[in-house]
């Protein structure tokens, strides 16, 4: 009986040794990256929109004019429009983003990205329903 029992523990020290040894042959490395890193796309452009309005069947300088007109001039609007397709919290596609200005180009609307309220009505018009999640993404995008 005490064979038996030597022969256990030493199987099962052996079981122990051997897979401390290969656990770390098996575990997947971790890459850790930024959320800017994950998700670096182009920047939108006023030429993402005005092609996108030529597609829908505008004339060449008709589109150049609405797509320039739907947004107020701002220096950093590149920059917020970036962040606006880029921030994993609002889950918004660069081409549905582009779609919607193109959509607010085509009826002269205006959205103003230096204003909350503009930002959330254009966000709303691609996602109506928002948690405060999103919200709150929207208001640090505006700060910039």
């Known amino acids: 009986m005490a064979k038996i029992s030597i022969l ?3 199987s099962v020290f052996l079981i122990f040794l051997v897979s401390s040894a290969a656990n770390p042959l098996f575990a997947s490395t971790i890459y850790i990256y930024s959320a800017s890193e994950r998700y670096q796309e182009a920047p939108i452009t006023h030429n993402d929109i005005q092609n996108v309005l030529i597609s829908k ?3 060449n300088s008709v589109a150049i004019k609405k797509s320039q007109a739907v947004l107020k001039s701002s220096q950093n609007s590149y920059s917020k429009l970036t962040h606006l397709s880029n921030n994993p919290k609002l889950g918004l596609s660069k081409k549905k983003i582009i779609e ?3 959509k607010y180009a085509l009826f002269d609307k205006e959205c103003d990205l230096n204003s909350y309220d503009s930002v959330v009505g254009f966000v709303q018009s691609i996602n109506p329903k928002l948690s405060d999640v999103q919200l709150s993404a ?4 505006v700060k910039l």
């Open 8 to 10: 256990t523990k030493r």
């Open 57 to 59: 069947g505008l004339e």
């Open 100 to 102: 919607a200005f193109a």
């Open 138 to 141: 929207i208001k640090e995008i």
